[in-house]
């Protein structure tokens, strides 16, 4: 392809703006933190206009554009493990979308129809969201096509298996090979070279040892995790794997099925031994890409019980404003068919079975897998007025156990305290909870900057139809306690927390000078940059410096 029209394509005016709103939706709707400050001070429309109009000019000249340092946070997987996420600013962000849109509308083609997560968006959504939603479309396809599998009387055996760390474990110099080769161009164009530098961010942390916020260390491989596009990338980088695996059924041999979902693949094959050969293949191939198998995540079935059981698995805590629970419906039914060995085909249609009907939600939490459920029954089950004080003190457990479910139910014990259907002795425990959590030194600092932007959100009251926020009330009840809460969050070597606080402070109308002595008395030195950045936006939102 013609590399300088491909750039120039980035540049474009109406891609800009596109990516500048794929930028802030994902955000907003998608990606698992975002700060209050930024998206406030980029979604003002005389901000969009000046911004738009940097992006294009920084992007003129390779040698000109830089990136600005993005800064890590920590969600936790389990109760042991956490996932280092990386927060891009915004400005960056609308540069990456800007090249993957462009990158996209050419190379989705290209993918496997079996490679289903993280696709080209083609309907009407596509103004707001560059991919596909996975919970109404990518999700479900994935499970259908498995279905289809299972039905086909030659598969007998099928395989699970993921990748190990995969998006930590992407090499920056295959990626950029292989995608300058798909695209036809050479890796030392302007084009290529300015992806590249994206790939590459100054990253800022605190260091976990000392407490102290760390000089910015440049990203040398893997892919940014924490926003909604890498998964695109993540795709390119996969392709030829595909390619390999599905070759048989290109030729029409049909001797496997493979799927992938991420990192997530699926092999159905009519034997053990076929299934055990593309599995060695699939490792061979993903091996010269420096990547490996998850031998604990990696099983085996030969039967159709057998593969039921193994076949999907629920892809972790959704989003409370995004869960459908029609979609768990439908893998309830496969637990369903597991458990009593039933033909599939009784079953493939009924989405409307009750998943966690028979749930019991005054049953201690003793797994992860039971925190999970509590939070889908409580949140989509569970009528407002019926929930209760211990239900209030089980998302507590969760918030301090099993924090793998944590950003679920620190939303859900928000919801609890402010929701008028809900009892008002509810409501006095779910208060009651959130200061033990927000004053308690051994919860995490996500969960903390998860219930306080929250409780910083904007609120809309349906009757008068005035917005009003939680930490208002909260404010107007305890001043002293508040204070102090967001005082404490400040000292904590969290940026995720540290930014929520400052925000707060902001909402209740802490005057800037007020903000700024806070920071400078009680947050750790040297302020980085994702601190200053937030004191010059907040200093233009209040007309300061304009």
Not at 204 to 210: D, R
Not at 312 to 331: A, H, I, M, N, V
Not at 499 to 518: D, F, N, R
Request: charged share 25%.
């Amino acid at each position: 392809m013609d590399h300088i029209q491909l750039l120039n394509q980035v540049r474009r005016l109406d891609n800009i703006n596109l990516s500048y709103d794929y930028a802030l939706n994902d955000r907003k709707k998608n990606d698992s933190y975002f700060n209050h400050i930024e998206i406030d001070y980029f979604s003002d429309l005389s901000c969009r206009n000046k911004v738009i109009q940097e992006i294009q000019k920084e992007l003129q000249d390779p040698d000109i554009f830089h990136l600005r340092p993005t800064f890590a946070y920590y969600i936790p997987k389990n109760n042991l493990c956490y996932r280092r996420m990386i927060y891009i600013p915004f400005k960056d962000l609308v540069v990456r979308y800007a090249f993957v849109t462009v990158i996209a509308d050419i190379l989705d083609v290209t993918l496997s129809d079996r490679c289903f997560a993280n696709r080209r968006e083609v309907t009407h959504r596509c103004e707001n969201f560059l991919l596909e939603n996975y919970h109404e479309k990518s999700l479900p396809n994935f499970r259908n096509w498995q279905k289809q599998c299972v039905e086909n009387s030659e598969y007998h055996v099928l395989i699970r298996t993921d990748i190990s760390s995969f998006y930590d474990s992407v090499s920056h110099q295959y990626l950029i090979q292989t995608l300058a080769e798909q695209l036809s161009i050479n890796t030392s164009t302007d084009f290529m070279q300015l992806f590249a530098k994206l790939l590459r961010p100054q990253v800022i942390s605190y260091s976990q040892k000392t407490t102290k916020p760390q000089a910015p260390q440049v990203l040398k491989h893997g892919l940014t995790i924490g926003n909604n596009l890498e998964g695109f990338l993540a795709n390119l980088y996969l392709r030829d794997v595909d390619e390999v695996m599905e070759n048989d059924r290109y030729f029409e041999q049909k001797s496997i099925e493979f799927g992938r979902y991420n990192d997530d693949m699926r092999i159905f094959a009519g034997n053990r031994k076929t299934a055990k050969k593309y599995l060695l293949i699939l490792q061979e191939y993903l091996l010269s890409k420096g990547l490996n198998l998850n031998s604990s995540k990696t099983l085996i079935a030969e039967n159709s019980k057998d593969i039921e059981e193994i076949r999907t698995k629920f892809f972790g805590d959704l989003s409370p404003d995004t869960y459908d629970p029609k979609f768990e419906s439908q893998d309830t039914e496969d637990k369903k068919f597991a458990s009593e060995n039933i033909d599939l085909e009784n079953h493939i249609d009924k989405e409307d079975y009750d998943s966690l009907k028979d749930f019991d939600a005054n049953a201690p939490i003793e797994t992860d897998r039971d925190a999970k459920n509590f939070c889908k029954f409580l949140q989509h089950y569970m009528k407002y007025e019926e929930r209760n004080p211990s239900h209030v003190q089980k998302l507590e457990v969760i918030l301090t156990q099993f924090q793998g479910s944590s950003r679920h139910a620190s939303w859900l014990l928000v919801q609890s305290y402010y929701y008028k259907n809900i009892k008002k002795d509810t409501q006095l425990a779910a208060l009651n909870s959130i200061f033990i959590i927000l004053e308690s030194d051994e919860s995490l600092s996500y969960t903390k900057s998860r219930i306080i932007h929250h409780l910083s959100s904007v609120r809309i009251d349906r009757k008068s139809e005035t917005k009003y926020r939680l930490i208002e009330r909260l404010n107007t009840d305890s001043p002293e306690r508040i204070n102090k809460i967001l005082i404490t969050s400040l000292k904590v070597p969290a940026y995720e927390l540290n930014l929520t606080a400052i925000y707060a402070l902001y909402v209740l109308g802490k005057p800037m000078h007020e903000i700024e002595s806070y920071i400078r008395q009680y947050m750790r030195k040297p302020l980085s940059s994702p601190i200053l950045e937030a004191i010059s936006y907040l200093r233009k939102m209040k007309g300061l410096n304009m």
